[in-house]
């Protein structure tokens, strides 16, 4: 397979496991779903876990860059930022084919804190942590790393509760609260 051929394999495998969860498919089913070989497959990728690591760094850098060029797009201050960022999530919950976090998922199919697959899943979370202390110091906020903490915290529960509930309104709702947190942050 040449180097496009390996992404391409990437990109289709990306949308089997956010379909179907790590564990639940199979090389079999990445067979059928992708229409790649076992034998290409294992010519870039030793193991499964190699594929699921390659997939979480396309789907990190793809979610990164999606919600910070949206936040960017959506405000233009540091406070109206973290309060676009919920909306931003809206949006992706309202995509037809969400189905919550990749990361979130293959934290908890790969529980072990020292598999490669869990300690990749938690390091894009700390991207995203970090990113939203970047912008809660940028407001000025008393304790920004405790503001940016609980933004985070209410990020991560509307990505869960919109699966469980099948609702698009965890997002507004977390927006909402994080707006109380930013005003008293601030004052």
């Given amino acids: 397979m040449r180097p ?3 992404d391409e394999l990437v990109r289709k495998a990306l949308k089997v496991f956010y379909r179907y969860g790590f564990h ?4 079999d089913k990445l067979v059928v779903e992708t229409g790649v070989s076992k034998t290409s497959m294992y010519k870039h990728f030793r193991t499964k876990e190699d594929l699921i690591l ?3 760094k396309l789907r990190d850098e ?7 060029r949206r936040v960017n797009e959506l405000a233009d201050t540091p406070a109206g930022q973290l309060l676009a960022s919920f909306d931003a999530l809206n949006e992706w919950f309202h995509e037809k084919e969400y189905r919550g976090c990749m990361f979130i998922k293959a934290g908890a199919e790969f529980q072990d804190v020292a ?7 938690a390091e894009h979370k700390k991207i995203i942590l970090n990113y939203l202390t970047d912008l809660a110091r940028k407001t000025g906020a008393r304790d920004p790393d405790d503001l940016a903490c609980q933004i985070f915290l209410l990020q991560e529960g509307a990505i869960v509760t919109a699966v469980f509930l099948k609702s698009y309104e965890p997002a507004q709702h977390a927006k909402a609260a ?5 005003n008293a942050a601030l004052a």
Avoid: D, W
Wanted: hydrophobic share 45%; charged share 20%; aromatic share 6%.
């Fill in 24 to 27: 639940a498919t199979g090389m």
């Fill in 178 to 182: 994080a707006e109380v947190l930013l």
């Fill in 4 to 6: 496009n051929k390996r």
């Fill in 115 to 121: 598999h490669p697959i869990h300690k990749q899943s």
């Fill in 62 to 68: 793809e979610f990164c860059e999606n919600l910070f």
């Fill in 54 to 56: 390659a997939v979480l």
